[in-house]
């Protein structure tokens, strides 16, 4: 049976690392401060960033999937994942940075609300962000930031200026990722390619009498990366999310198929829904008209 930290607050993995916190509700750890530590595989119920220094592959973990690690890359982790490496008693020395923090500490601040928006928290580790030296620099300097503000004595301003940080933390790890997505164009098409061969397998094997309408998580199961990265990417490729080129792509086949005489109950089932008022309401949202409104219209030669 793994060994497995329980990180119910920050102080639970700063402990386990050497250091003792100043704050309850937040954490900031300079690994070549505290070096060498032992390895944890931690479940989380706190927020973390781990800014990965120059070490070589580590073996950590996700879920059950593996890291395909590389220095210098930044892993974010929400409550509720499990994450890291189980203790084997091996000593390891370490040069990135960590924050953890509570999701109390943003209480009454607008990020309490936005951070659900951050799909980066849900990525697999395998797809943590391989920052840039100027953008390394710069996230290293808001931990100082961080370390610096705990240094002063307890106030009532002090919650929101550190949540201040971490917001600002948040912002600029968005923009590095939206310019990964970016800089890998040649990944990004290749990863649309896969999932229009995906959709089209799918459909050419009746998958969907079987199991009902491809899902996301389906896809990104397939794929061997988490539904939010995927959504991501496509959202960075096509402008329209994971979801939506599912609905349009399920909506082509609906179309060629009442364009071939079949009705639109007899096309629903065909396609994996469970029922044709579900159909008919995707169908709607999609084209905005219905499908009885698109066969009239095309019988019409409109």
């Known amino acids: 049976m793994s060994k497995i930290l329980k990180v119910n607050k ?27 530590v032992r390895h ?24 059950s999937g593996k890291y395909d690690y590389s220095a210098g890359t930044l892993i974010c982790v929400a409550p509720g994942q499990i994450g890291g490496k189980e203790d084997n008693g091996e000593l390891v020395n370490l040069t ?9 500490i943003l209480q009454g601040t607008g990020l309490e609300k936005d951070i659900k928006d951050f799909s980066f928290f849900d990525y697999r580790i395998n797809e943590a962000l391989h920052m840039t030296d100027e953008e390394r620099e710069v996230m290293v ?21 550190i949540a201040g940080f971490i917001n600002l933390m948040l912002r600029y790890a968005q ?11 040649v990944l990004n098409n290749d990863i649309l390619t896969r999932f229009e061969k995906l959709l089209k397998e799918y459909f050419e094997n009746n998958r969907q009498l079987r199991d009902g309408v491809p899902t996301v998580q389906h896809c990104a199961e397939q ?32 179309k060629n198929r009442l364009v071939a005489g079949m009705n639109s109950s007899e096309v629903a089932y065909s396609l994996g829904f469970e029922y044709p008022q579900h159909f008919s309401r995707t169908f709607k949202k999609i084209t905005g008209e219905t499908p009885s409104k698109y066969c009239e219209r095309r019988l019409n030669g409109k």
């Open 10 to 36: 920050p102080s639970d993995y700063s402990s386990w690392v050497g250091q003792k916190d100043s704050h309850d509700l937040i954490s900031i750890i300079n690994y070549s401060e505290l070096s060498p």
């Open 40 to 63: 944890s595989l931690n479940n989380y119920n706190v927020y973390g960033l781990f800014l990965q220094g120059n070490e070589e592959d580590l073996g950590l973990v996700y879920g």
């Open 223 to 254: 794929l061997n990366m988490s539904p939010s990265y995927l959504s991501d990417v496509i959202k960075k490729t096509t402008g329209e999310t994971a979801n939506h080129y599912i609905k349009q792509y399920v909506i082509q086949l609906a």
């Open 96 to 104: 990135g940075w960590a924050v953890l923090f509570h999701p109390d």
């Open 175 to 185: 923009r590095f990722y939206n310019r990964q997505f970016i800089s890998r164009t």
């Open 141 to 161: 300097g808001l931990f100082r930031q961080v370390e610096n503000e705990l240094k002063f004595p307890s106030d009532s301003m002090q919650n929101r200026i």
